[in-house]
């Protein structure tokens, strides 16, 4: 089972409530310039791990109010430090002058209405394909009980637009990763790390049920929500504790 990384210091949200008055300002609000740092190398990761070919997939990360993101059309290996582009939550560009992904308002639909800190979007070929073929990934493996449960498939819609952030949130409910019909996948963490492991493994379980699925008079077994809840649970304890 592939272990879910906890994500480093700046990834991570501000502080949380408790957190002393006189611990590390740097911890409790990271800098917006290293979480582009690692919002860039995220990126480049998805399209090193063949989760995205080109520009077609989006990154994020919230800081506060404020919402780093991925610019449109851009390739991921040409983004530098003085390329950082940020919204506020209303979707204002409040800093950098490359315009963001066409993909804002599903990543601004996911930060209004969860606790996220990132969010990844691709493109992935086998995710892809299963969200054309079903309304939801059939449940072959247990860690979708890291995700939630049963990984839906949101509604078609146009890229780029509020209907498609909508369709997005019907799907994600309950759960911390969906897929797209006809498009991809979108997942999100309380880190960078997080959020991109989540789309790794919906990408796995999408192959593997695919595998399983094209073999010749056999139908893969499935588990029960119950058992993908006990999963669930399970896997939240799940790896080292700081």
């Given at each position: 089972m592939a272990e879910e990384r906890q994500g480093t210091a700046e990834e991570a949200a501000p502080g949380g409530e408790?957190?002393?008055p006189h611990a590390d300002p740097e911890r409790r609000a990271p800098d917006p310039a290293r979480v582009w740092e690692a919002l860039v190398?995220?990126?480049r990761r998805t399209v090193t791990d063949g989760l995205v070919v080109g520009t077609s997939g989006n990154v994020s990360a919230r800081v506060g109010d404020l919402v780093l993101v991925t610019p449109t059309g851009v390739p991921y290996d040409r983004l530098t430090p003085d390329d950082i582009t940020g919204v506020d939550l209303t979707g204002r560009q409040v800093l950098g002058t490359l315009v963001p992904t066409s993909e804002l308002p599903l990543h601004l639909a996911v930060y209004r209405t969860?606790?996220?800190r990132a969010v990844v979007h691709t493109h992935a070929v086998h995710a892809t394909?299963?969200?054309?073929?079903v309304p939801e990934l059939p449940a072959v493996h247990y860690m979708a009980g890291a995700l939630g449960g049963t990984v839906r498939v949101a509604a078609y819609a146009t890229y780029g637009t509020e209907e498609l952030a909508e369709n997005m949130l019907r799907a994600l409910a309950g759960r911390s990763g969906c897929l797209l019909r006809n498009h991809g996948?979108?997942?999100?963490?309380d880190t960078l790390d997080q959020a991109y492991d989540r789309t790794a493994q919906l990408e796995w379980m999408c192959r593997l049920w695919l595998t399983a699925s094209s073999v010749p008079g056999l139908t893969p077994s499935l588990l029960t929500e119950a058992q993908l809840a006990e999963a669930g649970a399970r896997l939240k304890g799940y790896g080292q504790r700081r």
């Open positions: 408790g957190e002393s190398a995220t990126a969860t606790g996220a394909a299963v969200s054309t073929l996948t979108v997942t999100y963490g």
